[in-house]
């Protein structure tokens, strides 16, 4: 009777430790998940700005064209690859077709992620933007019209998941 009063007590400290492993390792396979979905979509950024940057050096207007063409098309393969947190400033409407790219990116970003919770800095980190607090919150505002609009819902307080 002494040895099964004795493993009582120690049975459940190994319950309590395993618990707390698992809610540590819970944590962390979210963190990997986030983690993980933003390496992806930064590959898919990564791929979609080579074969735009291929097509670019494969037309004969690239090799055949006079200096100040070449600047041009550079210019404006930078500003794909760049997007417009580091393009040149430009008139209202173009800045309107951005909002619309955004909205684009965002949704398949969450086509790739699936249904996991994020938040706004995981998507701008996904999609290649800046992380300064205003590129943010461009994403959390363009998040915040999509829940409006019930194609993203609002999982949890600064969290956000496919709708």
Known sequence: MVSASRSTPD???????????LSRLELQRRALERELAAVVAHLDTVQRALRALEVVMASPAAGTASGATTEA??????????????????????TERTYGRLTEQIMEYFARVGD????????????????????????????????????????????????
């Open 11 to 21: 049975i459940e400290v190994t319950a309590e430790s395993l618990q707390a492993d």
């Open 116 to 163: 996991a919770d994020v938040r706004a800095r995981d998507v701008a980190v996904a999609l290649g933007r800046a992380t300064d607090s205003g590129s943010i919150n461009a994403v959390r505002s363009t998040l915040d019209r999509l829940v409006a609009t019930s194609r993203v819902r609002r999982s949890g307080r600064g969290l956000y998941r496919a709708g």
């Open 73 to 94: 098309t550079g210019e404006a393969a930078r500003r794909r690859v760049t997007g417009p947190a580091q393009a040149t400033p430009r008139p209202r409407a173009a």
